[in-house]
């Protein structure tokens, strides 16, 4: 359920906000394409974390460049 509210929200911004703005990314695949990805393979709060992790990349010191989801989930290491 909530997997599905989120992945409606970034198509909505993708089909209704985007467009407005001039295309500025920064990243292969956009962030919008980056979370689409992420929540469809991870689920709504992995995916949405990994998402939240790019956009706070998305600034003039980052150089930007290709960023794709990761395959796998990738576990913390235990001590």
Same mark, same amino acid.
């Given at each position: 359920?909530?997997? @599905?509210?989120?992945?409606? !929200?970034?198509?909505? *911004? ?5 467009? #407005? &703005? ?17 929540? @469809?393979?991870?689920?709504? !709060?992995?995916?949405? *974390? ?5 956009? #706070? &990349? ?22």
């Amino acid at each position: 359920m909530l997997k @599905k509210i989120v992945i409606s !929200l970034i198509r909505f *911004y993708q089909v209704v906000i985007s467009p #407005l &703005k001039p295309p500025t990314c920064r990243f292969y695949p956009t962030c919008s394409q980056y979370g689409l990805e992420a929540v @469809k393979r991870f689920g709504a !709060l992995k995916g949405g *974390y990994l998402t939240m992790k790019r956009i #706070l &990349k998305c600034h003039p010191f980052h150089p930007g460049g290709l960023d794709p989801v990761p395959e796998k989930w990738k576990e913390r290491k235990k001590h």
